[in-house]
């Protein structure tokens, strides 16, 4: 009975350690796996905003070291993509999506990471707001007494179809689609407006507009003066004129190479005979004619201009002249004095103007033009960032005056010029 007793002790003892054996054998090889993860809802969408988030029913048996959610315009986005990180462990979490295009679809999941690896949610499918058109004004081409060309360009639709598009215009500010307009076409990109029907010798207010889904957008504000009529020279170029207070100006730099009776003024290109000069001559800048005769005219020295100086002859269409020094005044006056009316005299944009073009309006039609100089020693110098013009007034025996406006700012500068330098010509109406 004794040996029986001490058996049925060892036999408790080893079945005892198998249990114990087994049950540590058991825990040791409890398997982790990934998270478990649910989306929430896409709320608080904006045109480049939403607010999403998810939550964790199970860490996997592993601590939940990421989360957040992530995002894509293409199906299954990963954390490859862009993504939130909100944090660590189970329960629910926030998350701020920032960065959407307007309008555009995404596909959204939340995610879960731990030592096993990233676990995803079911995809959400949500879209950013439209927002309204971003889109300019072109600047003006081909202005005459009741027609000019202008147009758009449309950066981005906003993430909406753009369904109409054109130019609108007044003559008072911030025109908008219940005035004229025109409709050219839809879609983003430029267009091209043709602007008719307008008064001649009158002030516009000009603005680009595009419509989508949002609503309709303007462009940048701009100016148009239509001209007055045209006038011919003895060579048949055609000039634009414009009327300011009680002067009627050319709205364009002369370019004739004739008096109006016809006779030759003196072309001049070589530099050494140019300084030599006491008597009349013209040039064009940088001798190239074919260049710079259109828009910028040509550069003229004062002999040329002044027929005290060249027997009488006139460089100007028949009934006009060039500006003495008070025509000019009278002209600044009108506009409010020298500081500031430069730019109301500029052509506006940067086709012809270098940056920055300061003040340049335009909203006389004037269109002044930086067309350069040819200096008393023969350099050219000063295109597309400054623009004279003489008038026949003598300041003493070798100069005279005459008004520079450039790119830097928006005064009128009268100074006064040797008279064999070569700068640009307008012509007055001889009233």
């Known amino acids: 009975m004794k040996k029986l007793s001490q058996f049925s002790g060892i036999f408790f003892v080893l079945l005892a350690g198998l249990f114990f054996s087994l049950l540590f054998s058991c825990k040791k090889e409890e398997v982790k796996v990934v998270p478990i993860v649910v989306a929430s809802s896409v709320v608080n969408i904006t045109e480049t905003t939403a607010v999403c988030g998810g939550e964790i029913s199970s860490d996997g048996g592993a601590d939940v070291t990421s989360r957040g959610v992530c995002w894509s315009l293409n199906a299954n986005p990963t954390t490859s993509d862009k993504k939130t990180i909100d944090g660590v462990g189970k329960g629910t979490f926030n998350s701020s999506i920032t960065g959407l295009t307007p309008g555009g679809t995404y596909y959204l999941r939340a995610y879960a990471g731990n030592s096993v690896g990233t676990a995803y949610s079911s995809q959400v499918i949500f879209t950013a707001l439209a927002s309204e058109v971003a889109l300019t004004t072109k600047s003006l081409s081909l202005v005459t007494t009741t027609s000019a060309a202008c147009g758009g360009a449309i950066s981005t639709d906003g993430g909406a179809a753009v369904t109409a598009r054109g130019v609108c215009w007044n003559t008072s500010a911030n025109p908008t689609i219940a005035n004229s307009k025109t409709s050219d076409g839809t879609g983003p990109g430029l267009y091209t407006s043709s602007i008719t029907g307008l008064t001649k010798n009158t002030l516009y207010y000009i603005r680009a507009y595009a419509t989508n889904s949002v609503g309709t957008s303007y462009g940048d504000e701009i100016l148009l003066k239509t001209f007055t009529g045209t006038v011919t020279d003895v060579e048949n170029n055609v000039y634009n004129t414009v009327t300011i207070g009680t002067q009627v100006w050319m709205a364009e730099n002369l370019r004739t190479t004739k008096y109006n009776d016809g006779t030759s003024i003196t072309l001049v290109a070589d530099g050494v005979a140019w300084a030599a000069l006491t008597t009349e001559g013209y040039c064009w800048y940088n001798n190239d004619k074919a260049t710079y005769k259109t828009p910028y005219g040509g550069l003229y020295n004062w002999y040329a201009v002044n027929p005290a100086n060249n027997g009488g002859k006139n460089v100007c269409p028949e009934g006009w002249k060039v500006p003495g020094d008070d025509q000019w005044t009278s002209l600044a006056d009108f506009l409010g004095g020298n500081m500031g009316s430069g730019g109301r ?17 335009n909203e006389t039609g004037f269109t002044a033009l930086p067309g350069g100089n040819r200096s008393a020693n023969g350099e050219y110098v000063g295109i ?37 330098n070569g700068v640009s010509v307008r012509c007055i109406k001889d009233l």
């Open 384 to 420: 597309n960032t400054g623009g004279n013009w003489w008038s026949l007034t003598e300041y003493e025996i070798n100069s005279a005056w005459n008004r520079y406006l450039n790119s830097a700012n928006s005064h009128v500068h009268p100074q006064f010029w040797g008279k064999r």
């Open 345 to 361: 005299l500029k052509e506006a944009g940067m086709e012809h103007w270098l940056s920055p073009n300061t003040g340049a309006t």
